[in-house]
């Protein structure tokens, strides 16, 4: 049996740490952040956490609305990524990659803050020790509009390209982060058991971080706006992250499901040219 904190290889049945980036024994491939959100702690933690829900819910008289939202999130919730339209077009046009922070400063150098750098690889050590460079983010969505203040474009990832290799925050990280450092206790990763989940357990953080939230008169757009909420700054975001292991191209795209079309430019030509421009797009995933 495993110990605390070690999972079975897929491939050769022996035993080594969630976090490895490989099984030590055949080098298989593994998903770290999958494999820590599939250990015994974390999961049960997070039935716990689910089970309670409901009963509340039930003691509420809300039961029943809650098990809407479930399969909702279930059949419906998907995840979706923010960016600007020069990236998107980057992905589609010139079959870029989407990558991330680390692996654009391999190729470009980021002028970015050293602060808040600083806190970004802090964040990322917490969470993903040792594999912070080969994550992706996204976030779980209903409506397929995501955090506007993250790009203007948004685009909805196919489920079969990341549900094996993505797993499920409660919280944006930085978020959940401050909070933890706000807590007297010690930060430490058993911190994370139930509010990390795997893909297939998506609707049980849902439903744990949101049921008591849910009201009888809840409709499905009350439902997306509960899920993901993005008005004001890029901070006050609220939503569930998804950690994806790896990046993904044009062909992981199910759809260019949102553009914001306040950020449109005010010059009627300027606009008129940005507006072609997404028309082209979305036309690439017009069958
Ligand atoms: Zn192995």
Redesign the pocket.
Same mark, same amino acid.
Request: hydrophobic fraction near 40%; include cysteine.
């Given at each position: 049996m495993p110990k605390d904190g070690q999972k079975i =290889?897929e491939? =050769?049945d022996?035993v080594y740490f969630a976090q490895e980036l490989k %099984?030590p024994? %055949?080098d298989?491939e593994n998903r770290p952040n999958v494999a820590l959100a599939a250990l015994k702690k974390p999961k049960a933690a997070l039935e716990r956490r689910y089970t309670e829900a409901l009963q509340l819910a039930e003691t509420n008289g809300s039961l029943n609305k809650v098990k809407e939202f479930e399969t909702l999130i279930k059949s419906n919730a998907k995840a979706v990524v923010n960016l600007d339209i020069s990236v998107l077009e980057g992905i589609i046009n010139g079959s870029m990659r989407y990558i991330n922070t680390y692996q654009l400063r391999k190729i470009r150098t980021v002028t970015k803050h050293p602060d808040g750098e600083r806190r970004r690889f802090m964040v990322d050590g917490f969470f993903f020790p040792n594999f912070g460079d080969k994550m992706a983010f996204a976030a779980l969505a209903l409506d397929g509009i995501g955090i506007r203040p993250y790009g203007n474009c948004t685009i909805t990832l196919k489920e079969k390209m990341i549900a094996f290799r993505a797993s499920l925050l409660e919280d944006d990280s930085f978020q959940f982060f401050e909070k933890l450092e706000n807590r007297p206790a010690k930060i430490a990763p058993k911190l994370l058991n139930g509010y990390i989940a795997t893909w297939e357990d998506k609707h049980k953080l849902a439903v744990a971080k949101l049921a008591d939230q849910i009201t009888p008169d809840d409709t499905h757009e009350a439902f997306a706006k509960l899920l993901l909420n993005d008005e004001g700054k890029m901070s006050d975001a609220r939503f569930i992250e998804i950690h994806v292991f790896g990046f993904f191209n044009a062909a992981s795209i199910e759809s260019f499901s949102y553009f914001d079309e306040s950020t449109l430019p005010k010059k009627p030509k300027d606009r008129k040219e940005e507006l072609l421009r997404i028309q082209e797009l979305k036309k690439r995933f017009q069958k």
């Amino acid at each position: 049996m495993p110990k605390d904190g070690q999972k079975i =290889c897929e491939q =050769c049945d022996e035993v080594y740490f969630a976090q490895e980036l490989k %099984c030590p024994s %055949c080098d298989y491939e593994n998903r770290p952040n999958v494999a820590l959100a599939a250990l015994k702690k974390p999961k049960a933690a997070l039935e716990r956490r689910y089970t309670e829900a409901l009963q509340l819910a039930e003691t509420n008289g809300s039961l029943n609305k809650v098990k809407e939202f479930e399969t909702l999130i279930k059949s419906n919730a998907k995840a979706v990524v923010n960016l600007d339209i020069s990236v998107l077009e980057g992905i589609i046009n010139g079959s870029m990659r989407y990558i991330n922070t680390y692996q654009l400063r391999k190729i470009r150098t980021v002028t970015k803050h050293p602060d808040g750098e600083r806190r970004r690889f802090m964040v990322d050590g917490f969470f993903f020790p040792n594999f912070g460079d080969k994550m992706a983010f996204a976030a779980l969505a209903l409506d397929g509009i995501g955090i506007r203040p993250y790009g203007n474009c948004t685009i909805t990832l196919k489920e079969k390209m990341i549900a094996f290799r993505a797993s499920l925050l409660e919280d944006d990280s930085f978020q959940f982060f401050e909070k933890l450092e706000n807590r007297p206790a010690k930060i430490a990763p058993k911190l994370l058991n139930g509010y990390i989940a795997t893909w297939e357990d998506k609707h049980k953080l849902a439903v744990a971080k949101l049921a008591d939230q849910i009201t009888p008169d809840d409709t499905h757009e009350a439902f997306a706006k509960l899920l993901l909420n993005d008005e004001g700054k890029m901070s006050d975001a609220r939503f569930i992250e998804i950690h994806v292991f790896g990046f993904f191209n044009a062909a992981s795209i199910e759809s260019f499901s949102y553009f914001d079309e306040s950020t449109l430019p005010k010059k009627p030509k300027d606009r008129k040219e940005e507006l072609l421009r997404i028309q082209e797009l979305k036309k690439r995933f017009q069958k």
